[in-house]
């Protein structure tokens, strides 16, 4: 199983586009999607799950080519939990997942049996009489995510799986999704750097529609070693002349000072020393070095 990205361009009118030329391969396991707001991430999953048509280029899904003509299989294959997610207000938890199993053409049976395991997995169950208007935003995320799996899709594309959840939450669903992961795809789009890290070793980075950074997250983390410094400074009046001259991706305050951490090719012209970088560090310096 794999998606197959050729020479991708989706364009909305006469403006800029919003995905340029992309080329990329999706294989078996967890891959990470990073990116501002208007980067891409949200355009690329709706073409990928028909509900957008590319401007240009080639998509294959599975083995199959992403045309309207195969669009009823695409649809089989692929799970889907979006951004934004409309539940009708006055049906209950498993009412709202029974009526998408039903619309799905699961045998009820089947159904049920997929109902009570993830109403279980995401801690639902003892929720699952509640009315969709009575829910928390994590809850109704939840709920998104178990009906984008009901089906079983051999490949499951989630936007921002984690918004809304409390740790203790998101631990559990990302669990969830690396399990669910290990014979199929999973393309995982957060700005969650912490979700990334915990759960794919594949991620690409999108800016401004483009592929910046596609590769191994270790790879990644490569990149920006030594180039990741934590610093003390005096007082306000020297931060604000340092984060002048330097990314800095953290400031915290410490006794009588104030801890920086920057980011930067070179030593920075203060004292400081270099640390081990994260994937939120590797994030920002690739977004500001890759013109």
């Not at 891409?40 to 899904?61: D, H, Y």
């Not at 009489?129 to 490949?155: D, E, F, Y």
């Amino acid at each position: 199983m794999s998606i197959e990205i050729n020479d991708l361009s989706v364009q909305f009118g006469k403006g800029t586009l919003a995905i340029n030329h992309m080329n990329l391969s999706i294989n078996q396991g967890i891959y990470g999607l990073l990116g501002e707001n208007g980067a891409g991430k949200t355009t690329l999953m709706r073409v990928l799950t028909t509900i957008i048509k590319p401007t240009s280029g080639n998509i294959m899904l599975g083995g199959i080519d992403l045309k309207v003509g195969n669009y009823e299989k695409i649809q089989r294959l692929i799970g889907y939990l979006p951004q934004e997610l409309g539940l009708y207000p006055n049906l209950s938890v498993r009412e709202t997942l029974e009526y998408m199993g039903g619309l799905a053409g699961i045998p009820k049976a089947e159904c049920k049996k997929q109902i009570d395991y993830y109403l279980e997995k995401t801690s639902l169950m003892e929720h699952q009489k509640k009315k969709n208007r009575q829910l928390s935003g994590g809850m109704k995320r939840r709920v998104g995510l178990v009906q984008a799996l009901l089906h079983n899709p051999q490949i499951l594309i989630v936007d921002e799986p984690t918004t809304g959840l409390d740790p203790e939450e998101r631990i559990r669903i990302r669990n969830l999704l690396v399990d669910f992961s290990r014979d199929r795809i999973v393309l995982f789009s957060t700005h969650v750097l912490e979700d990334l890290a915990a759960t794919c070793n594949s991620l690409g980075i999108l800016r401004k529609g483009n592929l910046i950074y596609n590769g191994n997250r270790d790879a990644l983390l490569k990149q920006v070693k030594d180039c990741v410094w934590i610093c003390r400074l005096d007082n306000e009046e020297e931060f604000h002349k340092i984060s002048a001259r330097y990314f800095i991706s953290s400031k915290k305050y410490v006794e009588d000072s104030i801890e920086a951490r920057i980011i930067s090719d070179k030593q920075p012209d203060i004292p400081g020393i270099i640390t081990e970088p994260t994937l939120e560090d590797a994030y920002i310096y690739t977004m500001n070095s890759v013109k």
